[in-house]
């Protein structure tokens, strides 16, 4: 993220923002470009999913607030998809690449839920003790990935409850949707952060090849219960 930087050194703070404002060349915009926008697309799509859910169930409208809710879950884990891939090919490019873009750890207090609270602990722990952009970069990405994956799979616990009438307190099954759906918000942000930064990084040469690879699926199993020694 770009705001409340204040932890970190001026050198580390204008090092991301430059990647992040500076205009990339042409053809890197363009591939930047259409991954945004594929996200963007199917993030808003989830969005007004969701909130049409808590809005019919604000008026009472239970049976369609819960089909309207299964709809944002299934579409909730599709974006899930393309975005674990996404951190895939970095991390798979990242180790042969010679040199990679500066990053931030990732910060508790963008985070609501103790998921993403304690994910972004553990990454700034390990920021702290990891030297070398490579091993930040890897490092952060993993994290970046499991959390996604674990955010994902809670929303989807609890909004299969909600759909088939089995929760026992929903109230709290739907505040809880509204969390993690702003805690994925901030890790959308985080990886198109990260998308801009490795494409200034890339060699113009690999860009095809990356692109390519943008579109394969994840290739790791799903995760522990414990994400990668964060206490959740």
Same mark, same amino acid.
């Given at each position: ?5 204040? #932890?970190?050194? =001026? $050198? ?12 990339? =060349? ?13 996200? %963007? /697309?199917?993030?808003?799509?989830? $969005?007004? #999913? ?13 049976? /369609? ?18 975005? @674990?891939?996404?951190?895939? #090919? ?22 609501? $839920? ?10 700034? @722990? ?10 930040? !970069? @890897? ?5 970046? $990935? %499991?959390?996604? %994956? ?19 307190? =929903?109230?709290? /099954?739907? %505040? ?10 901030? /890790? ?15 060699? #113009?040469?690999?860009?095809?090849? !990356? ?22």
């Amino acid at each position: 993220m770009l705001s409340k930087r204040n #932890a970190q050194s =001026p $050198s580390v703070r204008r090092g991301v923002s430059d990647d992040w404002f500076r205009a990339l =060349p042409r053809e890197k915009t363009e591939l930047f470009d259409a991954v945004v926008r594929r996200w %963007e /697309c199917t993030y808003a799509m989830m $969005s007004v #999913a969701l909130d049409e859910s808590l809005s019919l169930r604000a008026r009472g409208e239970l049976v /369609c607030a819960r089909q309207q809710v299964g709809m944002a879950a299934e579409l909730f884990s599709r974006l899930t998809t393309s975005l @674990i891939s996404f951190c895939d #090919a970095l991390t798979t490019r990242g180790r042969r690449m010679r040199q990679l873009p500066v990053v931030e750890p990732l910060h508790s207090e963008f985070f609501r $839920s103790n998921t993403g609270q304690s994910a972004a602990s553990w990454n700034a @722990i390990l920021h702290r003790v990891l030297f070398g952009s490579r091993s930040r !970069f @890897i490092h952060k990405l993993r994290i970046l $990935s %499991e959390m996604i %994956e674990r955010l994902e799979s809670d929303f989807d616990e609890a909004a299969d409850d909600l759909s088939k009438g089995l929760s026992i307190q =929903p109230r709290e /099954c739907w %505040e809880q949707l509204d969390v993690l759906h702003y805690d994925f918000n901030t /890790c959308l942000r985080e990886a198109e952060v990260m998308l801009k930064s490795f494409l200034r990084a890339l060699p #113009a040469e690999q860009l095809l090849a !990356f692109a390519s690879a943008l579109d394969a699926p994840p290739t790791r199993l799903r995760m522990s219960p414990r994400l990668s020694g964060a206490s959740i």
